[in-house]
């Protein structure tokens, strides 16, 4: 399985090379020859679900390139591994950063600046029999539209900021990891979504996080939630807030969770459903559930974990509550990609 995962990492290698170095025209062309004929690739709202490599280049790459000039893949994460979800019969290839350019053009009706940006991305790809079968990428067009001087959301309660990589330096696992390593992490990850998913704990929240995260976790959340520092932190600035704001909580399950190294993740679509009671995000209640699609990548320091990467599909969220966050902050009709 070591040689397929190496294997797996050197197709998306390769595919990262000609998608961002080839022209917008050829993109589509490009997609095809490295994925699938049956292609599922699913995005953030409001791309969703596209299922063929010509789909994929005309709605989401050549707009996009089109509006970010001079655009540089900057990755701070990059890895691989076996599915847990599958009982470990598939490999995924993920990959964590931004994606940097000039903000020249247009794009969803987010008006540009002339300056450089940075769309805040995660892409876990499954990779069979030498090609791209699924994707998820999720990448953060509220983070964004903040960078263009827009307020898609109410103040958030955590830090808006560009975020950088790991603290360690060590995410971008080009080479063959240690099999022990990366179950260390995955333990650690899994240890974490017992001690925390059913919320009735008899611990303190603070002491709750304990049991799974470091003193000084950082937790990297996405434009409108915000980064957050130190268990006590986090707990006050995203955790509580969180489970404060929502009841009628189900867990749908995970597609893909896996780990090397020291790093791990996992995405579901959706991850959670949940009903909004008021104030979360300084949204009112609505009394309708709702899909919360969501990314996580972590890093494990020993045997407890110390930062996590979060993509959530907030502009999905709010839109099945009725509030279109790009209609009423760019007041631009969104070209359709439904």
């Not at 709750?208 to 434009?223: F, N």
Request: aromatic share 12%; hydrophobic share 40%; proline share 5%.
């Amino acid at each position: 399985m070591k040689n397929d995962i190496q294997a797996a990492k050197a197709l998306v290698v390769d595919f990262y090379k000609r998608l961002d170095t080839s022209s917008p025209e050829a993109l589509g062309e490009v997609i095809q020859n490295y994925t699938a004929d049956d292609y599922l690739w699913r995005g953030y709202h409001p791309f969703h679900e596209q299922t063929s490599a010509a789909q994929v280049a005309r709605l989401f790459w050549q707009p996009l390139r089109h509006s970010l000039k001079h655009l540089q893949r900057r990755q701070d994460i990059f890895m691989a591994g076996c599915n847990e979800i599958d009982d470990f019969s598939s490999v995924w290839v993920v990959s964590m950063g931004h994606l940097m350019g000039l903000f020249d053009e247009p794009w969803l009706g987010i008006k540009p600046t002339g300056k450089m940006v940075m769309l805040r991305y995660c892409e876990f790809n499954k990779v069979e029999n030498g090609k791209i079968s699924e994707t998820a990428m999720f990448f953060d067009i509220p983070h964004l539209m903040v960078q263009a001087g827009l307020q898609p959301f109410p103040p958030q309660t955590a830090a808006e900021l560009v975020q950088p990589g790991p603290i360690s330096h060590a995410g971008l696992m080009f080479n063959e990891q240690a099999l022990e390593s990366g179950e260390k992490t995955l333990a650690a990850i899994n240890h974490m979504i017992n001690a925390l998913g059913e919320w009735n704990s008899e611990l303190s929240l603070e002491d709750e996080l304990r049991l799974s995260w470091h003193e000084d976790m950082i937790w990297w959340g996405p434009s409108g939630i915000g980064a957050t520092y130190t268990i006590a932190r986090y707990a006050q600035q995203h955790s509580g807030p969180f489970r404060a704001g929502f009841e009628n909580r189900d867990f749908n399950g995970h597609i893909c969770r896996m780990a090397e190294g020291e790093f791990g993740g996992f995405f579901g679509w959706p991850n959670l459903t949940l009903e909004p009671v008021g104030g979360f995000m300084g949204m009112p209640a609505t009394g309708k559930s709702a899909e919360m699609r969501v990314i996580d990548i972590y890093r494990r320091d020993g045997d407890k974990l110390a930062e996590n990467w979060v993509f959530i599909d907030l502009l999905h969220f709010w839109n099945q509550q009725g509030v279109d966050i790009l209609a009423r902050t760019t007041l631009n009709d969104v070209p359709g990609a439904h």
